[in-house]
T-cell receptor, first 116, second 112 residues
Framework: NAGVTQTPKFQVLKTGQSMTLQCAQDMNHEYMSWYRQDPGMGLRLIHYSVGAGITDQGEVPNGYNVSRSTTEDFPLRLLSAAPSQTSVYFC???????????????FGPGTRLTVL | GQQLNQSPQSMFIQEGEDVSMNCTSSSIFNTWLWYKQDPGEGPVLLIALYKAGELTSNGRLTAQFGITRKDSFLNISASIPSDVGIYFCAGLGSGNTGKLIFGQGTTLQVKP
């Protein structure tokens, strides 16, 4: 298993540009989440999904969109990038507790985004 | 909403010393997870706890699920330089809504 994969690893955008951060998992996990990590701020939840076709907002959803058309993929879209969105973005997935892995959540390697 | 208080925020210790950090919550959790994050990497799961009172070890790491279900601690024995990093606790409440609640992290530095 590749686990949780994210692309790209690094990205530089200009203010106002849009882009999609990709996330995929091959563990057949139901739950997927997007976090951003800023210095001294810990991990803040942007959006999450409890299954294909179902998404919900986390604590910092503004400026981001998500969709979950398949179990495997959970892309994060920046609609109009702003300097405040400069951050490290982590995707994560976990099972529902009935798949032998209980509630263990696994993270991807991260995407480092700079908005100029 | 649910919040986790993780302490201490940072620690600077001598190699060989033992380390202890903890997380407390005003809410009950059914699952506690402890992660370590190395610089430039994603968090890696260290230990998962599922029952109140449970004590689980992973090498030099030991974590416990508090009996009240509102706290958890992580101990590292005989620290080594590669223990350096940020340690996060995370809790999952009842209802399995999909949202893990994370502590703010403990930054550990180890002096050789």
């Amino acid at each position: 298993n590749a686990g949780v994969t994210q692309t790209p690893k690094f990205q530089v955008l200009k203010t106002g540009q849009s882009m999609t951060l990709q996330c995929a998992q091959d563990m057949n996990h139901e739950y997927m989440s997007w976090y951003r990590q800023d210095p001294g701020m810990g991990l803040r939840l942007i959006h999450y999904s409890v299954g294909a076709g179902i998404t919900d907002q986390g604590e910092v959803p503004n400026g981001y969109n998500v969709s979950r058309s398949t179990t495997e993929d959970f892309p994060l879209r920046l609609l109009s990038a702003a300097p405040s969105q400069t951050s490290v973005y982590f995707c994560a997935s976990r099972g529902s507790g009935g798949q032998g892995g209980y509630n263990e959540q696994f993270f991807g390697p991260g995407t480092r985004l700079t908005v100029l | 909403g649910q919040q986790l208080n993780q302490s201490p925020q940072s620690m600077f210790i001598q190699e060989g010393e033992d380390v202890s950090m903890n997380c407390t919550s005003s809410s009950i959790f059914n699952t506690w997870l402890w992660y370590k994050q190395d610089p430039g990497e994603g968090p890696v799961l260290l230990i998962a706890l599922y029952k109140a009172g449970e004590l689980t070890s992973n090498g030099r790491l030991t974590a416990q699920f508090g009996i009240t279900r509102k706290d958890s601690f992580l101990n590292i024995s005989a620290s080594i330089p590669s223990d350096v990093g940020i340690y996060f606790c995370a809790g999952l409440g009842s209802g399995n809504t999909g949202k893990l609640i994370f502590g703010q992290g403990t930054t550990l530095q180890v002096k050789p």
